[in-house]
């Protein structure tokens, strides 16, 4: 088992920055390739950023890059996303997951999740 905690969500204004993290336990992190998911409400679960173990290879969303940077430390097992010029269509839920070994942009090939964090942007 993994276990995902994210934090750093919370209210901000468009054109703000806000860096959420995902602290992650319970199995041998550089195993897992990391990524971001959002939820909004009413909609589907969205892909937004994926980082291998290493963090040598990285997909992003269309609707987020240049703007979003996700990154990791494997020695806090930790993982990031960074999140600039925020607009009110990237208010969401953002989630955190763990895919063993894999990278992927597909949310049902992820094996571990956390609970989430709200992010809202305001116009």
């Known amino acids: 088992q993994v276990q995902l905690v994210e934090s750093g969500g919370g209210l901000v204004q468009a054109g703000g920055s806000l860096r959420l993290s995902c602290a992650a336990s319970g199995r041998t992190f550089t195993n897992y390739a990391m990524g971001w998911f959002r939820q909004d409400e009413g909609k589907a679960r969205e892909f937004v950023a994926a980082i291998n173990w290493g963090g040598g290879s990285i997909y992003y969303a269309d609707s987020v890059k240049g703007r979003f940077t996700i990154s990791r430390n494997n020695a806090k097992n930790t993982v990031y996303l960074q999140m600039n010029m925020l607009k009110p269509e990237d208010t969401a839920v953002y989630y955190c997951?763990?895919?063993?070994?894999?990278?992927?942009?597909?949310?049902?090939?992820?094996?571990?999740w956390g609970q989430g964090t709200q992010v809202t942007v305001s116009s």
């Open positions: 997951a763990a895919n063993y070994l894999h990278m992927s942009t597909s949310a049902p090939e992820y094996d571990y």
